[in-house]
């Protein structure tokens, strides 16, 4: 069985995310969609939310697992036997980072890959940042984040506004 991992902060989950993770449903017999437990920025979402609203936005993919991690990624991946860990290359700018990334990981351990997979077109320019952003000054959202956790998004977007 091929087991993936595929990592990031989920600070909520975007429909950039979710179209990765379908992707990578297809590729791998399983999916781990782990969740960094510490950030280093404030999230606008706890560990716990940020699961829940993925396991919303994924409930109809079976190959599907969301767990929280802490520490090193290839950690965790050798922890829960994956052999690859996924991510999604957006534009030009990503790569330096993910190269740099992927390149530490194979460092520390060599026998996972890092996989990369480009999301549709339409969603290229998406980021969590860009979905708080764009929400925060009143702008149109709902394209940018899954449908069925939008109200919960939308609700955070309130209490945050409220905030300022
Ligand atoms: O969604 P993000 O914030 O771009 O995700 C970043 C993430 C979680 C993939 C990255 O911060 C990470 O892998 N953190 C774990 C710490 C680690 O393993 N560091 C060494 C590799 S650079």
């Known amino acids: 069985m091929t087991t993936?991992?595929?990592?990031?902060?989920?600070?909520?989950?975007?429909?950039?995310?979710?179209d990765i993770i379908r992707r990578a449903a297809k590729l791998f017999d399983k999916v781990i969609v782990a969740v960094l437990v510490n950030m280093e920025k404030e999230p606008w979402f706890t560990i716990e939310e940020r699961m829940r609203l993925l396991e919303k936005a994924t409930a109809g993919i079976s190959n599907i697992e969301i767990a929280g991690f802490e520490g090193l990624l290839?950690?965790?991946?050798?922890?829960?036997?994956?052999?690859?860990?996924?991510?999604?290359?957006?534009?030009?700018?990503?790569?330096?980072?993910e190269f740099q990334m992927a390149l530490t990981?194979?460092?520390?351990?060599?026998?996972?890959?890092?996989?990369?997979?480009?999301?549709?077109?339409e969603n290229m320019f998406l980021s969590s940042s860009i979905v708080k952003q764009v929400g925060l000054l009143g702008g149109d959202i709902s394209t940018f984040v899954p449908e069925e956790i939008k109200e919960d998004i939308l609700l955070r977007i309130k209490?945050?506004?409220r905030q300022k």
């Open 105 to 121: 990981n194979r460092k520390l351990d060599d026998s996972i890959e890092t996989v990369f997979l480009t999301s549709n077109a």
């Open 74 to 97: 290839v950690d965790f991946a050798a922890q829960r036997s994956a052999s690859a860990i996924v991510k999604g290359l957006r534009a030009v700018s990503d790569f330096e980072y």
């Open 4 to 18: 993936a991992i595929y990592p990031g902060s989920f600070d909520p989950v975007t429909v950039g995310h979710l």
């Open 159 to 161: 209490q945050r506004s």
